[in-house]
């Protein structure tokens, strides 16, 4: 099992484009902020010894992945 990899906005930000999921700056920073439950949508956490935002890169690219089968199965035919 290979150890979680972190990455910031930026890096996450560029992960998407590589899968061709183009988000400027200010995208990304919005989907990372808390709404008025202090929840985010994709789980971005304050990582305890730099103070900025981090998520799971595997985690990152799961989301996506479940949200595109999800759209997937609900095609009506």
Do not use: C, H, W
């Amino acid at each position: 099992m290979k150890p979680p990899y972190y990455i910031g906005l930026e890096s996450a930000r560029e992960v998407l484009a590589e899968m061709g999921i183009e988000l400027k700056e200010k995208q990304i920073k919005r989907a990372a902020d808390t709404d008025i439950y202090g929840r985010r949508k994709p789980p971005f956490f304050v990582d305890p010894i730099d103070g900025r935002l981090k998520i799971e890169k595997v985690t990152l690219l799961r989301i996506y992945r479940e949200a595109e089968i999800d759209a997937e199965n609900n095609l009506k035919e």
